[in-house]
């Protein structure tokens, strides 16, 4: 039962809520993104990165590379077991907050492996020689490179490795006495800078693609005039519903005398009912129902759970009272009915085709015995 404006107002809670990812209405499609095909890459990574501390180990017989390279081993280990089930996970429908838990993470396990990596890259630096150190930049600066190039990746995970591998590397070549490398420390914080902002605008690029793709579908399958769900958008909810083997309803409602309103009032009086009697239907149906504008003065309702014989009844006894009240346009009363053909689909019935046409045909069936009701389709 809905509150009456003149009853208090209900207390509200007082706990602040938690703070919501700007990017909310995107974030499992980023999530499945962000994990596709990414288990290669960090096989790949956590070898490689484990092999360079062995490496070194074998080179020196040095016990801190031996730990630093079982440390990268370990959460290289952790992040690849991460991306492996987060992979599967993605694969299956989930929820933002779902989402947002993975990348979490996900984050978690690649900034320890990273904080592995930079403190080899930091204990090597200034252990080696001129040519293993060139090495060095070259891979942090790849792996940076590397982190940047998943789109999909949070920017503050992508910032925070890299940054981490940066100030290994700066923070090794500050250690040195050598003028050159100390200035070429003051080169790493500057691309430490410009990693930051590209991980931010890259991120921010794909998240307004995905925005604009999603837009650009909505326009695809809404009536511009009503702001229903248009003809192709209910057609392929109904393919849904019968290939889920979903009990639902549908109606399909035609407009009784709406050409003489279009011919004495003009068009845009003409519009002007059809978006008020959207608002009427939206208002008769509940939230999980479908309510679509099929073009012209025919429109359309799927009604889903727990749809029975009776609550199709009420629904479209709703639809015939409401739209036969008057409509005032411009000052001008006007008052129109609705002919509404009822369609029952039971599981096992899936066939959206003719559960289209047996709702038609109803419809017409009323036309023909005088309009302003509603019949079930035999």
């Not at 429109?299 to 727990?306: D, E, K, P, R, S």
Request: proline letters at 3%; aromatic letters at 8%; hydrophobic letters at 45%.
């Amino acid at each position: 039962m809905e509150n009456s404006p003149f009853e208090p107002e209900p207390m509200r809670d007082q706990r602040q809520p938690a703070p919501q990812p700007k990017h909310l209405d995107v974030l499992v499609q980023l999530n499945g993104i962000m994990f596709h095909r990414l288990s290669g890459t960090a096989l790949v990574a956590g070898v490689g990165g484990t092999g360079v501390c062995l490496g070194g180990w074998v080179h020196d017989h040095d016990p801190r590379m031996l730990a630093l390279a079982v440390a990268t081993f370990v959460a290289s280990g952790l992040r690849f077991g991460v991306v492996v089930i987060g992979e599967m996970r993605s694969r299956q429908p989930m929820s933002p907050a779902d989402a947002a838990r993975w990348q979490q993470i996900y984050g978690g396990a690649t900034v320890s492996y990273y904080l592995a990596v930079a403190s080899a890259i930091f204990y090597a630096f200034h252990r080696s020689q001129s040519g293993v150190q060139e090495l060095l930049i070259v891979g942090a600066v790849s792996l940076c490179a590397g982190l940047n190039g998943r789109m999909a990746v949070p920017p503050w995970v992508s910032q925070s490795c890299g940054v981490l591998v940066l100030a290994g590397l700066g923070l090794g070549m500050w250690r040195s006495s050598d003028a050159a490398s100390r200035f070429a420390c003051l080169i790493i914080v500057l691309f430490a800078y410009v990693h930051c902002r590209v991980a931010q605008s890259r991120f921010d690029i794909l998240v307004q693609h995905l925005r604009d793709t999603r837009r650009l579908q909505e326009l695809a399958e809404c009536d511009a005039l009503t702001g229903l769900a248009n003809r192709r958008f209910f057609q392929r909810k109904l393919v849904e519903a019968c290939d889920a083997d979903e009990a639902c309803a549908v109606f399909f409602i035609d407009l009784d005398h709406f050409k003489e309103v279009n011919d004495s009032l003009g068009h845009a009086a003409g519009d002007t009912l059809l978006r008020m009697v959207a608002e009427r239907l939206r208002a008769s149906v509940r939230a999980e129902d479908l309510v679509a504008r099929f073009g012209g003065d025919e429109f359309a309702i799927m009604q889903q759970n727990g749809v029975t014989a009776e609550t199709a009844t009420r629904l479209a006894g709703r639809i015939n009272r409401s739209i036969a009240e008057t409509f005032h346009i411009d000052g001008v009363p006007v008052r129109i009915g609705a002919s509404v053909g009822v369609r029952l689909h039971a599981r096992s019935e899936g066939d959206p085709v003719r559960i289209l046409n047996d709702a038609d045909e109803a419809l017409y069936r009323v036309k023909r015995e005088g309009r302003g009701g509603f019949a079930f389709a035999t």
